[in-house]
Structure formats: C-alpha cells, structure tokens
C-alpha cells in the first residue's frame, strides 16, 4: 500500500503520556473521550448498534471505531494516552482498565487500517498490560510512541516515534527502534523483519481532510483549546548517553563515561534525572542549568548532590558513593535517541545546538565547535573544539571512526601558552535519529598538574 506522507508525532500527546499522573485524578469515568472527528467516522457498541462518532462521545470496552474513507478520529483514553485513527480504519477497545492500580490493562484490536499511538499511564510499570493486536501480529510496548498499520495483504507494518516497540507473530518476535520500520507478513510462519517501508496515512486513492483542519483538533488542551506543546525525551531504555565530571567521597575523580543501551528517567520538563550507562547508575537528587532538549536529544548540568554505585568511586565494590556539585562545578551529560541505522553513503556537516558550560571546579567557560561525517561502512568523524575558560583556549580536533552510532577520540596539546605542561583530552559522543539528524558529545580536557575541565554539548545536521 501506498500513500501521501507518514504520520507526524502528537505533540500534545506525547507531553500528555508524561504527565498521565494528572489526568489519573480527574478520573475519566468513561475509557476515552473523542477529541476530534472528520469525515464519516462511527462506533459500533458490544449491542451490535452503530451509532455516529463525534467530540466529546465517550467510549468503554467492547467499543469498535470505525472510520470510512473521509474519515479521522483522535481519541484520548483516561491515563493520557492518545490514539489517532486513519481513513479507512477499525478499531477496538478490546478490554480497557485505568485505576492506579496494578490490573490496570490496555488491549486494543487494529483490524484494518492504521492508527498512532502515544502510550500513557498503563503499561508503565507492567509492559504485558499493553499491546495491540491485528490480523496477523501483536505490538507490545517497550515505548511511548508508534505507527500501526494493516496493509492490503493482511501484513502488519509498525514504525517506532520514541523508545522501542515489540513485533510478535507466530514464527518469532523483533524490537522496533525509534526511526526504524518492522513487518510481520501475511504468513505467519515468515517471522518480523525491518523494513525500509514506512506506514502511511491513507491510500493513494483517498482525498485526506486537510493538514490544517486535521492539526486543529491534534493540539488541544482537555478543554479543547488549541495549545503548542514543545517534544521532549520520556523515560525508557534504548538511549545513546555521555557524562563528563569529578567528585566523589574519597578522591576527585575525573570520569567521562559513554555508551548505549542505556536506560534513562526524565522528568516532566524532559530534564534527565537518572541513568544507567557503562554499568553504573547515576541519580541527580538537585537541580539543573544549562539544560536544552527536543524530541532527539538532550543535555545539561546537574548540580548539588548525585548518588552512583561506580566502581571509580574507589572502594572494590562500593553500593553507592556520592558527590555534591557546586556552582562551577557539575554532572555533565548530553543524551538521545541513538541512530539505529546509520546511512552508508554521503556526508553531513553538524553545528551546535546547544551546550554546557564548560566547568573546572572554580570557574565557567564556553564552548564552541563543529562536526563532520563521511558516512560509509565505517564512518569518518572529524571535530574541531574551543573551550575558553580563565583565560585559556582549549582547541583540540580529532578524527575518529565508527561502525556505529557511537564514537570515541583522543586528543593532545603540547606543552605552551595553552596547555602548562601538556593536555590530554577524551571526546565521547553518538549520532541520534533516524537519520543521524543530532550529534551528542560529552568531554574531558586534563591540563597536567593546573585543571580538569568537563562538559557537553549536542549539535544538529545541516
């Protein structure tokens, strides 16, 4: 199947799935609430009587959705989930519980058609209280943000938005990265595969409502006020992260830490407030500054006191260690979605988003740089860096290589004006997106016998 443009990210929605919480108190008495219709668009209760779908309907277990080929609906359930219906779709609240509490469930049927979703409350804490099922396939939930469609031929094609989605069928299961696509196909001995097919919105031979009047009822308060709403990273696994900082209970010791698979909490605002990267976990119980983010990456400081159980706090196997940063000092991080499939031809050249302050216990600085990649089958990364901090210019460049998302560099500054007896200096960083869109790097610049300096910074692709 074929079609116009792939599916945009709710907005509104997404923010909405993080702060479920609230909405929990208000108590839907019903499962969801119709938010926005267009077009033909109809509800088939468990009595077998279909009846016209409009804003403000209230929908409960055993409710069939039902769009035709003019028609839309968008659907906000009781825990902050949302649900974006395309033409030509059926839909079913299979079975639906949100009451705080641990049988709390969210079973749903995609018959035909396609649909989005940003997950809320439920599946939160029991991800087998989530999934969705069509045809020839279940999705299960390992993140907040997906694209579901049934194809013509009874296949299943399913997109990840944030996070990492499940694909079962019959013959196996596969995860589904934020940018990358997954099929299950009409055979069910076959088992998921990725794909490089996306979902789409309609079939070529539908007339869509237009983008304008579908946007109108996609960002909208609960008292249905149109509202701009700003995408941020939500908790989950999956992330791409690197940390730069000294302190400690026994020594001042410097770390630059990096790697995937790293598992992160946000707060509502989308500030990182714990993560689990290189084999420790590191908790932030202060506040934060220099502090930027989108729906790819993010970055900051943190400061005041963080808690870890690394194993260069000193002791041989310390369960937790701390340190308390002040002002000039601090837990430098930047983190993201890391690129799941890298492009294997071309260049990208990336200028900064946004950083830390440069920090070395007593003073703040700057920074200042640039990015470059050639893609290929192992990746040419180059960087060219300025830090300027009490009265010193810290600029260093490297050229690395990668087969990955992630990369890493050192580099050297002889002995002079700059650098009192020599520099040695770490860069850790990642590509994030589906296409390598941000770039992320965190660094640790040792001036022998003056200075550790640390901080972070994320970039975007030209």
């Excluded at 649900?83 to 519980?97: E, G, M």
Aim: contains cysteine; neutral net charge.
């Amino acid at each position: 199947m074929s079609g116009s443009a792939p599916f945009r990210l709710n907005r509104s929605g997404l923010l909405l799935a993080l702060i479920s919480a609230g909405f929990a108190g208000q108590a839907l008495g019903a499962a969801a609430r119709v938010d926005f219709t267009v077009g033909g668009v109809t509800v088939t209760g468990s009595d077998g009587r279909a009846r016209a779908l409009a804003k403000g309907t209230e929908l409960d277990s055993g409710d069939t959705v039902r769009t035709t080929t003019d028609g839309r609906a968008q659907l906000r359930f009781s825990d902050g989930s949302y649900v974006s219906l395309q033409p030509n779709t059926d839909f079913a609240i299979n079975d639906y519980k949100y009451e705080g509490k641990n049988d709390d469930r969210g079973f749903f049927g995609l018959l035909r058609g396609a649909m989005r979703t940003v997950t809320g409350a439920v599946g939160k804490v029991n991800r087998n209280s989530y999934r969705i099922t069509t045809p020839t396939a279940t999705v299960g939930i390992r993140g907040t943000g997906g694209v579901i469609q049934v194809l013509n031929d009874g296949a299943t094609l399913v997109i990840g938005t944030s996070g990492i989605w499940s694909l079962t069928n019959p013959a196996g299961s596969i995860d589904i990265p934020a940018g990358i696509s997954g099929l299950a196909p009409r055979e069910p001995n076959t088992p998921p595969r990725e794909t490089n097919t996306q979902p789409q919105t309609k079939p070529v031979d539908v007339q869509a409502p237009k983008e304008a009047d579908y946007r109108k009822g996609e960002d909208v308060d609960q008292e249905g006020k149109v509202v701009a709403v700003p995408t941020v990273l939500v908790s989950g696994t999956g992330f791409a992260a690197a940390l730069a900082f000294a302190g400690g209970t026994s020594a001042n010791f410097p770390q630059l830490v990096s790697g995937g698979n790293a598992t992160a909490v946000f707060d509502a605002t989308g500030q990182l407030t714990s993560v689990t990267v290189g084999g420790s976990t590191y908790k932030m119980g202060g506040s934060q500054v220099d502090f930027g983010t989108d729906s790819i990456i993010a970055w900051g400081r943190w400061l005041g006191p963080m808690t870890t159980d690394s194993m260069a706090c000193g002791a041989a196997a310390p369960a937790s260690c701390s340190a308390t940063f002040g002002p000039n000092q601090g837990l430098h991080y930047v983190i993201g979605v890391p690129t799941a499939s890298m492009p294997t031809t071309g260049s990208a050249s990336y200028t900064l988003m946004g950083a830390t302050q440069p920090t070395d216990g007593t003073n703040l600085g700057t920074f200042s740089g640039t990015l470059g990649i050639v893609f290929g089958a192992s990746h040419s990364i180059t960087g060219n860096f300025n830090v300027a901090i009490a009265s010193k210019n810290y600029a260093w460049g490297f050229t690395t290589s990668s087969t990955n998302a992630l990369f890493n560099a050192s580099s050297t500054i002889g002995c002079g004006a700059t650098c009192a007896c020599g520099c040695t200096i770490g860069t850790s960083g990642f590509f994030a997106g589906a296409s390598a869109e941000r770039a992320g790097v965190a660094y640790h610049i040792q001036d022998q016998f003056v200075r550790d300096v640390f901080g972070a910074a994320a970039f975007k692709k030209n």
